[in-house]
């Protein structure tokens, strides 16, 4: 358990950005978790000299004094007794202008048949689109009365353009709910009767609905090698509704807030968990997938050649030497595989 929970920290802290505002309020931000009784965040220069190394209980820094320049940046989540848990690896900082969140639905929030709405359940996902966003941008969800507060479980931001939220909803009571959001040294934006939440109660369509995805899902893992890179990501994706965690459903043996335990209890199942990995920022998460790959058919998914290209043209991460020699080696393994048709006919 110990080992997951720092894998999961790791994972979290990924994705750092330098924030800038003219030439004063300068930021570091990077994703918040909720395990972390603070961080830790180093800075170096190009000459690899060390030009800070602080500590901070929020998900942000001011670092004003930086000169123009390349830097290298890297953080840790710390334990209950301030000491580094596990770092990330250094990145390059990239630096932008930090400006007021701007949300590209919020001219329609007044007309009641363009508000988004999603139902009186937990787990649910949110997505937000507009610009301006970054890992210190403080979202909160309350009700137009101001009674209520919708509960976010996590908060992933996709990119400046876009955060996607994972929202608990099953106590909140219907009606119109406002979305807050803030950046660092700028004044809150509010917008009013942004969403709105259904009455829990559904009909008996709904619930066969709901039955038939189900069904349909236990289907689809069976010709998870015959998709395409974005079937199958569709399929995990739209197939996931446990708390922090991406995975499919179908991966979830038990899903706690704090923890999930992953279901590899058939081959299918952990082919699709090691395809998962391939897209983790964490270098040797990716080396165990390749290993995986490397080993076993069953059969060779036609995904993954479309998702290593994938990483590679749109520059995810950066590829060494020793990972394109492990992928080398994957793919080799894998073209001596029996193609999903003959394989899944058998």
């Known amino acids: 358990m110990k080992k ?5 920290i790791a ?15 300068k930021i570091v931000s990077w ?16 000459s690899d000299k060390l030009i800070i190394d602080k500590k901070t209980d929020s998900n942000y820094l001011q670092i004003d004094q930086i000169p123009e320049g390349k830097y290298k940046i890297r953080t840790s989540a710390l334990s209950p007794f301030g000491k580094p848990v596990v770092w990330t690896e250094w990145q390059d900082l990239k630096i932008e202008l930090s400006l007021p969140p701007i949300v590209n639905e919020e001219s329609l929030a007044d007309n009641d048949s363009k508000n988004k709405t999603i139902e009186q359940k937990p787990n649910q996902k949110l997505e937000i689109e507009g610009d301006n966003f970054n890992d210190a941008t403080e979202t909160t969800i309350e009700s137009s009365q101001g ?17 996607e939220l994972r929202v608990d909803a099953e106590n909140a009571a219907p009606g119109k709910y406002d979305l807050s959001l803030q950046n ?7 917008i009013k009767n942004y969403l709105e939440i259904e009455n829990k109660a559904e009909n008996v369509s709904t619930q066969n609905n709901s039955l038939k995805t189900q069904s349909n899902a236990k289907d689809n893992i069976n010709k998870i090698y015959t998709m395409s890179m974005k079937e199958l990501d569709e399929f ?10 991406e995975l499919s459903s179908d991966l979830i043996k038990e899903c706690k807030e704090d923890y999930v335990t992953i279901n590899l209890s058939t081959r299918e199942k952990k082919d699709i ?33 479309e998702k290593v290209e994938f990483n590679s043209t749109k520059k995810q991460y950066t590829i060494d030497t020793k990972e394109k020699m492990e992928i080398d080696k994957m793919f080799v393994n894998l073209q001596n595989c029996p193609t999903p ?6």
């Open 184 to 190: 660092p040294y700028h004044p809150k934006k509010t």
């Open 31 to 46: 994703k918040e978790s909720k395990y972390a009784s603070g961080y830790q965040i180093q800075v170096k220069n190009k």
């Open 11 to 25: 994972f979290l802290l990924i994705g750092n950005n330098l924030i800038a505002q003219t030439n004063k309020n």
């Open 147 to 163: 009674k209520s507060k919708i509960k976010i479980l996590d908060k992933k931001i996709e990119s400046k353009n876009k955060i």
């Open 4 to 8: 997951l929970f720092m894998l999961l």
């Open 273 to 305: 968990y090691y395809y998962f990995l391939i897209k983790e920022p964490n270098r040797m998460t990716r080396i165990q997938s390749y290993l995986h790959f490397q080993t076993y058919c069953s059969p060779a998914m036609n995904a993954i050649r």
């Open 236 to 245: 995990i994706g739209s197939n996931s509704n446990c708390y922090k965690s």
């Open 341 to 346: 048709k003959a394989k899944l006919a058998k």
